[in-house]
């Protein structure tokens, strides 16, 4: 129950630690920028405000957060994500989220999935001590999340070992300092969209892909991570556009969803200087959250 709760409260990291490339348009070329943090002002702002590129989960040997980083946490005076993460501690707003962790009607991973397909999924979950009965009829996008090994080895604190959440990070900071913590979406809204939009047999097809793809997965994240703290966006994007799976629901996933929070963000900002926090695939390309905001006649700077 636990880790099922703990994927509900994570799951959108499926999609947040997808990288993008920031592209400006100067008039003349397509120029690159290579940051994580932006400073964002202008449009009479009367104080500037953060936009933070997040990824979710990283060994806790390579976090890391730069000194304008966390000057721009200090300066700050509300942080938002991309949902708001204290609700995600909260058990009774949990219950509710955790009933759309099932399949509708009397759908199971057996009607999905051919045997041989089944016997995939079916000998990893044993392997990590999730036999089939307790799976059988969770939405694949979910069961692709709690199978990571890095899920399972990290509490709801997110202070096991191995691995910290930037996004937990963030929370604590902003208890410790009595900020409010806001998010741009729903929990209910973000659930819906990552795991309902996609035809369950694409999320099948997903899991089994994860499954047998395991060992390259991670040679992968642990080569996307050195791009991370190089904050080197360009490869991280080139890396990405070579993979298959969620890319063809990108616009689902991340491009209606930046156009969602440039009005939330837009208020929240007039109201108080506001660190956003979110995957840093939301920030690049023509219709990245910092394109966006540009198109909305905000100023970013990229910060080191």
């Keep these: ?100 962790a099932f399949m509708t009607g009397d759908t199971t991973l057996s009607d999905l999935l051919s045997e041989e397909d089944y016997a995939i999924v079916k000998e990893h979950f044993d392997a990590i001590g999730l036999p089939m009965m307790f799976v059988e009829r969770i939405k694949p996008m979910f069961l692709s999340m709690m199978g990571q090994g890095d899920i399972m080895s990290m509490d709801m604190s997110g202070e096991e070992a191995s691995v910290m959440s930037y996004e937990m990070e963030f929370m604590k900071m902003a208890q410790e300092k009595g900020l409010p913590i806001d998010g741009l979406e729903t929990a209910e809204f973000q659930m819906s969209m990552i795991a309902d939009s996609i035809p369950y047999d694409a999320q099948a097809r997903m899991l089994v892909e994860s499954i047998q793809a395991e060992q390259s997965a991670d040679d992968q994240f642990s080569e996307m991570v050195d791009m991370y703290k190089r904050q080197d966006i360009e490869a991280m994007q080139a890396l990405m556009e070579e993979e298959e799976g969620i890319g063809e629901y990108g616009d689902l996933l991340l491009v209606q969803r930046n156009r969602n929070w440039i009005p939330v963000m837009a208020d929240m900002m007039k109201e108080q200087p506001t660190f956003f926090a979110v995957g840093a695939g939301h920030l690049g390309g023509a219709e990245g959250v910092v394109a966006l905001l540009r198109a909305e006649g905000y100023t970013l700077k990229a910060l080191k």
């Design 1 to 100: 129950m636990k880790k099922i709760l703990f994927t509900i409260a994570c799951v959108y990291a499926f999609i947040s630690i997808l990288p993008a490339q920031v592209q400006v348009d100067n008039g003349q070329e397509t120029q690159t920028e290579q940051s994580l943090l932006w400073e964002i002002s202008g449009k009479g702002l009367e104080q500037v405000s953060y936009l933070y590129g997040t990824i979710h989960m990283i060994g806790k040997e390579d976090y890391f957060l730069t000194e304008a980083t966390e000057k721009a946490f200090g300066q700050s005076k509300r942080v938002a994500f991309e949902i708001d993460m204290e609700d995600m501690m909260d058990f009774s707003k949990l219950m509710p989220l955790m009933m759309k």
